[in-house]
């Protein structure tokens, strides 16, 4: 059972010990997308739904959720994040949104999570906003892009979104 970082020898869950691990400049950056009605992107990028500024809103439901990471998922540590970005891309050949979110740190151990949870929370919140208008809106994709730092080095996704 002990090769599984998260289960101790009696297959017990546990949050790993990072104790004796050297604070690194640690970086890691998600992405996903929202698919939706063209009619519903229009009114996201005219800025006319009805709760408010959409991206905005969603911009700070992705900060808050990386900051607050550690509640949400059992094992993960809480972190000092230094830095946390959420960013759209909108795209109207084929109707989404598109989400990235970059998370830093220097600590013991890596924000993957932390990414993660950033656009997951960005794209429930755009779907939150405008869900009276378009009930079929999907969010996919959700995935790790790349990070660096810590022991395992660098990642960079070859397929990204």
Do not use: W
């Amino acid at each position: 059972m002990s090769s599984f970082t998260h289960l101790d020898d009696q297959g017990r869950v546990r949050m790993v010990d990072v104790t004796d691990k050297k604070p690194s400049v640690r970086v890691a950056v998600a992405g996903c997308r929202v698919m939706m009605k063209p009619e519903t992107l229009n009114m996201i990028s005219d800025q006319k739904v009805k709760k408010g500024n959409v991206l905005e809103t969603a911009r700070i439901a992705g900060i808050m959720a990386a900051k607050r990471t550690s509640e949400l998922i059992p094992m993960c540590h809480p972190l000092n994040l230094t830095h946390i970005q959420v960013d759209f891309e909108l795209d109207e050949t084929i109707s989404c949104i598109g989400i990235e979110a970059s998370v830093r740190t220097i600590d013991q151990t890596g924000v993957e999570m932390e990414a993660l949870t950033a656009v997951s929370a960005a794209a429930l919140t755009i779907y939150d906003m405008c869900k009276s208008y378009d009930r079929e809106m999907t969010i996919t994709d959700i995935q790790l892009l790349e990070k660096s730092g810590g022991k395992s080095g660098t990642y960079k996704r070859g397929d990204t979104v």
